[in-house]
C-alpha cells in the first residue's frame, strides 16, 4: 500500500508558472515509474509525464518544453513543474504510481489557467 498526496495547484493566468508536488508514503526508490496525469472537465483523463527511478523521463507532445517532472528520493516526492501554462493546461492532475503490483492514485490537485 502507497498514499500519495498532491500539493501545489491553484490559480494561475497564462504564461505563469506552478510546481505541483506528489508526497509518497512508501520510498521511491521502490518504485519503478512515477506519473502525472490530469483530467480536463468532460475529458478523459490524460498522461502528461512520467519518470523512472533511473531517472529517464516521457512527456506528452503538449508538454514538451514546458513541463519538467523530476523527483527526490530523500524526500521520497516528484513534482511537476509547469512553465508558460496555457488555459488548455487546466485540469485536475493526479499523480500515480503503480507498487507491487497495484496502481495508486492521489486525490487530485485543481491547476485553472485563465486569462
Known amino acids: 500500500q502507497v498514499q500519495l498526496v498532491e500539493s501545489g495547484g491553484g490559480l494561475v493566468q497564462p504564461g505563469g508558472s506552478l510546481r505541483l508536488s506528489c508526497a509518497a508514503s512508501a520510498p521511491i526508490d521502490g518504485i519503478p515509474i512515477m506519473y502525472w496525469y490530469r483530467q480536463a472537465l468532460e475529458k478523459q483523463r490524460e498522461l502528461v509525464a512520467l519518470?523512472?527511478?533511473?531517472?529517464?523521463?516521457e512527456y506528452v507532445d503538449s508538454a514538451k518544453g514546458r513541463f519538467t517532472i523530476s523527483s527526490d528520493k530523500d524526500r521520497n516526492e516528484f513534482y511537476l513543474q509547469m512553465n508558460n501554462l496555457k488555459p488548455e493546461d487546466t485540469g485536475v492532475y493526479y499523480c500515480n504510481v503503480l507498487y507491487n503490483g497495484r496502481t495508486f492514485w492521489g486525490q487530485g490537485t485543481q491547476v485553472t489557467v485563465w486569462s
Open positions: 519518470i523512472s527511478n533511473l531517472g529517464s523521463t
